[in-house]
């Protein structure tokens, strides 16, 4: 793929995307290791969003599905039926001790440094600052329609929206797919493991994660340059 196509498809609004993205060591490296922190759940947080609230609460440490839900069932109780649910790990300076600090080379140096470098100049985009997560998607989990754009963040606002599944074995009948657009025009991206897609934030870009209908956990690398 080249990099004049991936910057006209982004600039064109389209999401772009590129499977096999990770070598095979690389992978199994950053799957292993979310997967294990998944399992701790140290780190984690549940994060339930309406339109106009987001509320977040942090995971008891190693839990099962039945304590998942109770705690979603809990956080959705204060928001409503509006809300939406999904668990969020945000990767920090201090992440040795929950993740294992190869996968964090990986995520920032390897996904966004060596792959993205030159899309970014093509783009012409300069000085750029990045946040990172992990997500988990459990059973009945979804995300409902947003466009990470924020028209007062300034500066601050994403430039760019990067992610990479992480789910080994992840079928069609499973669920969490990605819907990018509404009505004809949307686009439904399959979770495909080392797939990645990236877009740019704006006022159209909505998208959506479909709810996981397995108990397959639904897991991805995020990342924000902006």
């Not at 339930?48 to 998942?68: E, F, Q, R, V």
């Not at 007062?152 to 990067?162: F, H, I, Q």
């Amino acid at each position: 793929m080249s990099v004049h196509y991936a910057v006209e498809t982004l600039q064109a609004g389209r999401p772009l995307i590129i499977d096999g993205l990770l070598s095979d060591p690389d992978l199994r490296t950053l799957v292993l290791s979310v997967m294990a922190s998944w399992k701790a759940r140290a780190g984690w947080h549940v994060r339930m969003k309406t339109s106009s609230t987001m509320y977040k609460l942090p995971m008891p440490g190693p839990c099962d599905l039945t304590d998942l839900k109770r705690i979603q069932s809990q956080a959705s109780g204060s928001l409503g039926d509006e809300a939406f649910t999904y668990f969020y790990y945000e990767i920090s300076e201090s992440d040795s001790r929950l993740i294992e600090d190869k996968s964090v080379q990986i995520a920032k140096e390897i996904i966004v440094g060596k792959y993205l470098t030159d899309i970014v100049r093509g783009m012409g985009i300069r000085d750029t600052k990045t946040r990172f997560a992990f997500t988990a998607y459990d059973e009945d989990c979804y995300a409902g329609y947003h466009n990470d754009y924020d028209s007062e963040a300034g500066s601050d606002a994403y430039k760019l929206t990067v992610l990479l599944y992480l789910t080994p074995a992840i079928s069609n009948t499973d669920g969490g797919e990605l819907v990018f657009g509404k009505g004809d025009s949307r686009t439904v991206i399959s979770p495909t493991l080392n797939r990645c897609v990236i877009f740019r934030p704006g006022p159209e870009s909505y998208h959506m994660v479909r709810p996981m209908r397995s108990d397959k956990t639904r897991l991805a690398f995020s990342g924000w340059l902006f």
